[in-house]
């Protein structure tokens, strides 16, 4: 009988222990999904600030909740976002991490913005052809930013492909490891 009861005891807590373990699992996902997330940076386009293989800290939140929608569906219709306001807008010098504009989902980049909605903005650009400069003034769309590098000389940014869709933001860095 005492053998017995130290055979249930032994299973409760095992029992236990499982039952924390997949607590653990799913909270721990819950959070990643919806709320915080590790990126690894992959390339140099923001040196000096982040450096290749610095780990940085993505608050996701305030972008919205994220529902996933059919899997099967083309890349552009991957991820649907809830309707509610931000809990805290993006803003000018924000560093971002989000899905790239050519519409692949498995392509990260990260970038400082420097444009919200609305703002008139200058830059210039040299036509390579003829390394003749030009000087490019823009207004950014209402859902959309402008983008760009730190490393200016190396960075593919808004420059390049143009402004940057709200859908394929996934979140502002909020530390840097």
Not at 73 to 100: E, M
Not at 140 to 162: C, H, T
Request: net charge positive; hydrophobic share 45%; proline share 3%.
């Amino acid at each position: 009988m005492c053998h017995e009861k130290k055979e249930k005891s032994l299973l409760t807590i095992i029992g236990i222990i499982v039952l924390g373990i997949l607590i653990s699992f799913i909270l721990s996902l819950f959070i990643r999904f919806f709320f915080l997330d590790f990126f690894i940076i992959e390339h140099n386009s923001m040196v000096p600030s982040l450096n290749q293989g610095d780990i940085v800290l993505v608050e996701k939140f305030s972008m919205g909740i994220i529902k996933p929608i059919n899997l099967f569906n083309s890349a552009k219709n991957y991820l649907q976002r809830y309707n509610f306001t931000p809990i805290r807008n993006l803003r000018k010098n924000d560093i971002i991490v989000f899905y790239s504009p050519d519409n692949s989902k498995k392509n990260l980049l990260i970038k400082r913005i420097m444009g919200i909605p609305k703002d008139k903005l200058e830059y210039e650009s040299i036509i390579e052809q003829n390394f003749k400069k030009t000087i490019n003034k823009i207004i950014v769309p209402q859902n959309m930013y402008f983008v760009v590098g730190d490393n200016l000389a190396i960075s593919e940014d808004s420059r390049k492909w143009g402004f940057l869709s709200t859908e394929k933001i996934i979140g502002r860095v909020i530390y840097k490891f």
